[in-house]
Every structure is written in structure tokens, then in C-alpha cells.
């Protein structure tokens, strides 16, 4: 029997080495004249074990982890494509307790199949989804995303069904679902796992909401610091054009739905949703003012769906298993499950998904296992460079979009960055202002002068000039962004600019000119 | 800090430009596709290419320019022969971006936007790569790097140095 040798290809994994674990594996099959095969997959999310290798045996998968490609040859002389014990032994993945406490619900397939093959999708439960939206209305698909309580994923939480009912109610000559794939926030990495892990669950979610809404082209707009991502992707969707997943009939059906991918080109403020749409037209990446939603003038003018990565995803999973299944997981009103991305200063980072619920200091501490450092955690800032530091005060918070707001947070795209005691929150705050400040469109005042100004003044208070009428200033300068900026680039820059200071006010106290300047 | 003998003809450019926005004229909306293929076509974006481009596609030399300019990829001199990018968000300065940036700085004798003089490389900043899970991160020639340590500072500088 050919034994079947599963390497990632995830870009975390290949960071860690695993392109140089699979050649070595290559040797060794080779070599010893094996009959054996290597299937790159997706990432399980496990980085503190990347890269993971995994094996099949008749019981099941078994993992074997962190290997290096110098540890490959000690594998294969241990017989590991049978399972057998070694010091990297990790058993059956699904056991592992970071793996076993996830509700894999839109990652249900990442790190298990490979991402191009539309066999191990359909094995998996692929294009379940799409078959059931294809026996229904579009009005009663669209009713079925309302009911489950999904909501943006991207980070402002808006109700996916309500945003899809308002295009489908939209009368144009064409409608668009654009993919919202610029992932520019630190500390998530979702996106680009869902991507480069199973890049047909995108395709098959945008498929159900062209058939929902009646648009008949789609776009991801992937930004161009993730290669491997336009990479598996471009691949996919070619793949499933030949297989009419996609093209003038969805699966043989009177649905026409096709789509493409996009490349970014460096500008953080497209994650904005009007600035996204603006680069895809071939415009600078300058944000609009909304009215008009893009709902009702997006792309082009026209109506236009446009979500995060993880909304999409989600969609075929709510079909197949139905609104009430879905909605069955979480609180209050935020349902469902939420990919938690755990990253910087963290003993075991990568991708949780569970339900809504879990508190902050569960997240970092049980799930996390801490600092990498080992050092005490100061702060963890949830919702990335946009999001507020929260000290370990906090971690009660339970993760849930309305609990984070009345903390004076967000969860944003749920990514959460942690950092041990050495962390400087002046620093930290000054940062927020500097990334504002490169990476703003322009177009409204608050957010493309406040945030230098904001710079400036928060280097006046590292220096111990007027610190106490500074941070008053700055006070009122992040007000003035909250409140005056068009988009979330200046309006919730504050976040995390105000949440240092309240939470930590001793790293705001007078320091040398010199250390400021660094 | 153009490196030699990366020089192009104005009307080599032309010529050229003009392929690269024939192939894509049929998208919609086809301004960063073009931009990009121009990018990878000349290793920059020529100034000479965007009057070019804008003629093609009915727009003014305003236009071209200004998109040209607002984002952050595209270049308007060649880069090194290779480009070392080094993340600086937050995940990455959690696990000491700011010292791999440093030293990286110092052993190269540049700062983040600039190229080495021999035209070996040029250093830029990155606002996350998705790596944050392996922190600190970054990307030589395309190639992804992470929990870059000294040790992958050295082999990354090794291969730059070649």
C-alpha cells in the first residue's frame, strides 16, 4: 500500500522550513525506494509545531512535529509512515488538546486536505452548501445567512444577511461579490489560511451569494504580501471554472457566476471597503464617503456584496448544516464561531476557532500557554493596529463584539498580538499614530494631519515637555479622529493610542530625549 | 541609487508598455493589473511608461501618476538585485522586530527605503506578512522567513551578499 506523507505548504509552515522538510522527504522515499507519496496541505494553525508532518495509518492521522528537514532522515528510519513512536511523535492531531478544543466549523478542512484537490474537498463535505443553495430561492438562501447570525467578519460585524438582502433588492444591469482579501491588520492571518488551506470553500461561498444576490462576477482582492495565497487561489479558481463550479451555469444550474483574483499593491487603508472598491477600478485607494453604500453603488457603480474572507467561508457550511446549526454556537448576538488568530509574544500561536464566548484570559493564557518569553504578560492588544490594549485586568472580557465595544475595544478581525512586561506602551501608542500617519489615503483631515500631529505630541510627552497639558492634547486630538475621520483608519486609531494611555500611565511618565527618539 | 546598466531607452519603454497594457486591456478596471505587469516587466515603473498607459486607457497623465504614486508597491527606481522585507507591525515588534531591523541596518549600512551601494539589495519595511504566529517575520525575494533570529539573519545576509 502506498503510504501518504501530508507536509504543509501553508506560508507559516514554509517560514518554519517546510519546503525543505518535503525535498528531504523526497530524498529519502527516493532513496530507500519507498512506496510512498507527499501531499501538501494547508496549516492545522499549530505554529508553535510547524512544520507539522503527518502520516495515514489505519487509525487514523498521526503527527509528527516540529520537524526539521535535518530530522527527516531519523523519521523515515523509525518507520513513521506506520505511525511509529519518535521523539517529534504527536499522535493523532485531532487529540492534540489546541486542535481538540476548536469548533472547526469554517476550517472544518484547512491543514487536513490539499487545498487543490476537489476530490478531498467534495470528501469532505465541499459543495454541500452550494448544492442546497442551488434547491432554493435566492431569497430564501439569503434568509438563511440572516437567520444564522452571521456578521462581518472583517471586523465591523455588520448583519451578512442584511447586506446581502439590500444588494438582492438592488435592480442593475450587473452585480458584484467582491472578496475583501487585504489583510492588513498584524496578528491575522485567517484569511490567508482559509486561502492558501482551502481556497475552494471562498469559491463555493461566493458562488452562493451571486446566486443570493444575483450578481454574476466576483473579485478577491488579495493584498500582494501574500503570494502563496494569489498563487493557490489563481489556481483554484481555474480549477473549478473546469470542473463549472463557476461560468455561464454554477454545477449545471441557470446560475451564472465567475469570478478573479486581484492583487493589492501596498496600501493598508484598502481593507477599507469603498477604498478597496476604488483601487479595483484602478483608482488611487482614497476612501468614499458613505452614502451611497456599496450595496447600492459599489463597483463600478453597481450594487455590490462586499465581505471579509471568513464571511464568505462561513456561508457554505451554513447552507449545509442549516441557519439554526450555526447560530446554535455563541452569545448574545454574536453567533456562530470565530477563527481567534493568537500571535507575537505567545507560547503556542496560530489559529483557534471556537464559538463566541471565551474570555480573554482564557484565550491567551489556557489556549496561548502565555508569553513565549516565559515573562509575565503586560498587555495584548485584540484587533489589530486598530484595535485597544487590553492589560491582564481585563481578561474577563469574553470574546463577543459588544463585549469588547463597552471595554472601549473591538475584536476586529480577531487576531490578538501579546506582549510580555518589556513592552513600552508609549511606544506601542506612538506606533498607532506613525502607522496612521503612513498609511492614510489623504482624504479627510483628522486622520491624514492628526495622525503626524499625534506623533509629534506623544514624543513631547516621551521628552517631559508639558506632559500633563500634552496628554490632554492628545486626548482631544484622538477625539477629534474618532469623530471626524471617514473611515476606521483615523477613527480607530485611537483605540489603541487612548487604551495605553489609561490602562498604562506609568510608560507615559517623562523619559530621556534620547530613548524617545530611537 | 540606480543600479548601472538598469538604464532603459524612452522608446524601448513605449514599445514595451504598450504590450504589457494590450495584454491586459480587457480587464475591468485594468490600472494596478497594467502597473503591476509594467513593475514586472522593467523591475520598476518607468516614468516614461505612465504617459504611455494613460493614453491607452482614456485617462490623464494626472491620473496615472497619482495612482502610481499612492501605493506603496510600486517603485519608481529599480530595486537592488535582491530586496530583503522586514515586518514591523505589531506581532513582529512583540518578539523584537525593532533589534532584527537594527542589526540588519547595520551590518548592511542602510536604512529601511534605501539600496546598497554595490546595488545588492534594498531593505523596506513591512506592515505584516501574515506570519504573526512566528514572529519575527520576513520575506527575501518572495521567499518567507520566520522567527528570524540571528542565525537567519546571517544566511539571509550570506544570500544577499552573493
Wanted: charged share 20%.
Amino acid at each position: 500500500m502506498t503510504a501518504t506523507i501530508y507536509i504543509p505548504k501553508d506560508s507559516g509552515a514554509l517560514a518554519l522550513g517546510a519546503d525543505k522538510v518535503a525535498r528531504a522527504a523526497e530524498r529519502e522515499i527516493a532513496a530507500r525506494g519507498l512506496d510512498a507519496r507527499i501531499v501538501r496541505t494547508g496549516s492545522r494553525g499549530m505554529f508553535w509545531l510547524e512544520p507539522v508532518v503527518e502520516v495515514s495509518t489505519p487509525e487514523g492521522r498521526v503527527a509528527y512535529g516540529p520537524v526539521k528537514a535535518g530530522d527527516v532522515a531519523s523519521l523515515f528510519e523509525a518507520d513513521f509512515t506506520a505511525g511509529t513512536r519518535h521523539p517529534l511523535w504527536l499522535g493523532d492531531p485531532e487529540k492534540i488538546p489546541f486542535i481538540s478544543r476548536q469548533t472547526r466549523l469554517t476550517f472544518a478542512r484547512c491543514g487536513i486536505v490539499d487545498p487543490l484537490s476537489l476530490d478531498d474537498y467534495k470528501a469532505h463535505g465541499g459543495l454541500r452548501g452550494l448544492n442546497m443553495a442551488l434547491t432554493l430561492t435566492p431569497s430564501d438562501v439569503v434568509q438563511t445567512v440572516t437567520d444564522s447570525g452571521l456578521r462581518g467578519r472583517g471586523g465591523a460585524g455588520f448583519p451578512t444577511g442584511i447586506k446581502w438582502k439590500t444588494v438582492a433588492d438592488q435592480v442593475a444591469d450587473r452585480k458584484y461579490i467582491v472578496c475583501n482579501a487585504d489583510e492588513g491588520d498584524s496578528a491575522t492571518f485567517a484569511d490567508r489560511m482559509i486561502m492558501e488551506g482551502d481556497p475552494f470553500v471562498l469559491i463555493e461561498g461566493m458562488a452562493i451569494a451571486g446566486i443570493a444576490t444575483g450578481a454574476t462576477k466576483g473579485y478577491v482582492y488579495i493584498r500582494s504580501e501574500y503570494p502563496h495565497a494569489v498563487a493557490t487561489m489563481t489556481a483554484a479558481i481555474e480549477i473549478a471554472r473546469a470542473a463549472g463550479i463557476l461560468g455561464p451555469a454554477i454545477l449545471g444550474s441557470p446560475n451564472a457566476f465567475d469570478m478573479e483574483v486581484r492583487v493589492g499593491a501596498g496600501a493598508y487603508v484598502c481593507g477599507e471597503e469603498t477604498s478597496l472598491l476604488n483601487s479595483l477600478e484602478g483608482k488611487r485607494g482614497v476612501v468614499r464617503a458613505k452614502p451611497p453604500l456599496p450595496a447600492i453603488q459599489g463597483l463600478f457603480g453597481r450594487p455590490t456584496v462586499i465581505n471579509n474572507v471568513i464571511s464568505l467561508a462561513s456561508v457554505p457550511v451554513i447552507l449545509d448544516r442549516g441557519a439554526a446549526f450555526y447560530k446554535d454556537f455563541g452569545l448574545g448576538r454574536s453567533r456562530g464561531t470565530i477563527p481567534i488568530q493568537i500571535a507575537g509574544n505567545v507560547r503556542h500561536g496560530g489559529l483557534f476557532e471556537a464559538a463566541f464566548g471565551m474570555t480573554l484570559g482564557e484565550i491567551v493564557n489556557d489556549i496561548g500557554g502565555g508569553t513565549a518569553t516565559g515573562r509575565p504578560v503586560k498587555a495584548v492588544q485584540v484587533g489589530g493596529p486598530l484595535g485597544a490594549y487590553f492589560p491582564p485586568d481585563l481578561f474577563d472580557t469574553p470574546f463577543d463584539y459588544e463585549a469588547f465595544a463597552a471595554r472601549d475595544g473591538l475584536i476586529g478581525h480577531a487576531g490578538i498580538t501579546v506582549f510580555d512586561d518589556s513592552a513600552d506602551m508609549l511606544r506601542q501608542a506612538r506606533f498607532a499614530m506613525e502607522f496612521c500617519a503612513i498609511e492614510s489615503c489623504g482624504k479627510c483631515t483628522p486622520c491624514r494631519i492628526g495622525s503626524t500631529r499625534g506623533v509629534e505630541t506623544i514624543d513631547k510627552i516621551a521628552a517631559g515637555i508639558q506632559p500633563e497639558k500634552n496628554l490632554a492634547l492628545v486626548a482631544d486630538l484622538c477625539n477629534t479622529m474618532k469623530f471626524g475621520s471617514l473611515c476606521a483608519l483615523g477613527g480607530f486609531t485611537p483605540y489603541p493610542v487612548m487604551s495605553a494611555i489609561n490602562h498604562f500611565p506609568q510608560d507615559f511618565a517623562p523619559r530621556s530625549v534620547a530613548e524617545a527618539a530611537e | 541609487m540606480q543600479p548601472s546598466g538598469t538604464k532603459v531607452k524612452v522608446a524601448d519603454v513605449a514599445a514595451r508598455t504598450e504590450a504589457v497594457v494590450a495584454a491586459h486591456g480587457h480587464l475591468e478596471g485594468p490600472l494596478l493589473p497594467i502597473l503591476h505587469a509594467v513593475q514586472d516587466e522593467f523591475g520598476f515603473v518607468p516614468q516614461d511608461s505612465l504617459p504611455v498607459i494613460a493614453k491607452a486607457l482614456n485617462i490623464s497623465n494626472a491620473e496615472a501618476h497619482g495612482v502610481a504614486t499612492f501605493y506603496h508597491d510600486y517603485r519608481s527606481a529599480p530595486a537592488g538585485r535582491h530586496v530583503l522585507k522586514l515586518c514591523q507591525a505589531e506581532a513582529c515588534q512583540a518578539m523584537g522586530s525593532d533589534k532584527v531591523a537594527a542589526m540588519v541596518k547595520s551590518a548592511l549600512g542602510i536604512g529601511f527605503h534605501e539600496t546598497a551601494a554595490d546595488g545588492s539589495v534594498t531593505l523596506e519595511p513591512v506592515y505584516c506578512l501574515g506570519l504573526c504566529a512566528c514572529a519575527p517575520a520576513a520575506m527575501l525575494d518572495g521567499e518567507v522567513v520566520g522567527r528570524v533570529d540571528a542565525d537567519a539573519i546571517d544566511g539571509m545576509l550570506a544570500e544577499v551578499r552573493l
